[in-house]
């Protein structure tokens, strides 16, 4: 029998790299592709992609495996980046690795590799697919503090029957235990961290060149004028930091968080203190619900993440109308932020989920 062709995406990272050293030793028939997102003029950034494709380049020469490098930056342009600008300029705060999940790593990238002759695609994802009788479920990695199936809810059944998550059964000190046991150039190479597009440049400049900054007042929850903002678009619920605002300004010495981004009058409103009731809720609602397997029936008790190194959080979906779900947590939950996703699971399962649309 021939050996089944897999292609890898490779990000010049530990974790993909590993992914195709294992699965070489399985027996696949292995081809590796490195995508390029993103073009920009910025040479900070360009030579962090170029970095990554020589990292890449290396593993795969070690490894003794093709290595194919597609742009998809059009795609990304169309597809993800679009979005992004368009919910950070209605004032809500997107989650654009998700959508790059769905529409370039799982969308233009499986395309690609299955005209390259793939049967199936990898990545270097830390989660695992189950073949039940319901359908291909998604799972959490084994791993808890590196699972990624958050970023994966989007996935549906056609996707997850020709992927692979070849390090989802194992931890992080694994994955760099076996890349320096096979003396992989990038054993120590940090993770990535932050939005892909930004990667460490200052998000708002980086904002700033594409949407036009509106200043405003900061308003306290009694109603008090406290100090100006630069644009609602550089601020997000719960955030703490950067408002500008120090703790003498209130009754005590805590900290000011963001509660509400008042649109209409261009205002960002802040309470003062971790504890502040504006900044809890029990209820929200998502659209754009996806399922993974088939939608459950309602009401359905399960638990959810409102962001993704929350721990799980007991709550009920309480009915779904025009495809709107209401969320009912059984504790309060710290700033449910519009624009983010909300994902169910079921122990170890991940059921899917959705956007947050109000709290």
């Not at 590993?18 to 073009?39: D, H, P, S, T």
């Not at 809890?280 to 993440?305: E, M, R, V």
């Amino acid at each position: 029998m021939m050996a089944k062709q897999v292609v890898v995406g490779m990000s010049g990272g530990v974790d993909s790299s590993v992914a195709a050293y294992l699965l070489k030793e399985q027996g696949y028939e292995v081809q590796c592709i490195f995508m390029k997102n993103w073009e920009d003029e910025d040479d900070e950034f360009y030579c962090s992609s170029e970095e990554d494709y020589n990292d890449a380049l290396q593993v795969c020469d070690l490894l003794n495996l093709p290595l194919h490098s597609v742009n998809f930056s059009k795609e990304y342009r169309e597809n993800v980046f679009k979005y992004f600008l368009a919910e950070y300029k209605s004032g809500r705060t997107p989650n654009p690795d998700v959508l790059c999940n769905k529409e370039i790593k799982f969308k233009f990238f499986m395309d690609y590799a299955l005209k390259l002759g793939a049967e199936v695609i990898a990545t270097g994802h830390y989660a695992r697919i189950n073949n039940s009788t319901d359908g291909f479920q998604l799972l959490k990695g084994i791993d808890k503090n590196k699972d990624q199936s958050y970023f994966l809810y989007l996935l549906g059944q056609k996707v997850l029957s020709k992927t692979l998550f070849p390090i989802g059964e194992m931890t992080k000190s694994e994955v760099r235990k076996i890349a320096d046991e096979i003396n992989l150039p990038n054993s120590g190479k940090k993770d990535s961290t932050g939005i892909c597009f930004i990667g460490e440049r200052d998000f708002k400049a980086f904002l700033q060149q594409y949407l036009p900054a509106k200043p405003g007042n900061i308003i306290t929850t009694d109603g008090k004028s406290v100090g100006q903002h630069d644009g609602l678009m550089y601020y997000t619920l719960g955030q703490r930091k950067g408002i500008g605002v120090g703790g003498g300004h209130g009754t005590t010495e805590e900290p000011w968080y963001v509660v509400k981004k008042d649109l209409d009058k261009n205002n960002l409103m802040i309470g003062q203190g971790h504890n502040h009731p504006d900044l809890y809720s029990k209820n929200i609602k998502a659209g754009q619900l996806h399922w993974i397997t088939s939608a459950p029936s309602i009401p359905f008790d399960c638990t959810a993440k409102i962001r993704y190194r929350q721990k799980d959080q007991a709550c009920i979906i309480n009915n779904i109308e025009n495809g709107i779900a209401n969320i009912n947590f059984i504790e309060k939950q710290f700033a449910p932020t519009p624009g983010q996703s909300v994902v169910f699971f079921n122990s170890e399962q991940c059921l899917g989920g959705g956007i947050i649309e109000t709290i």
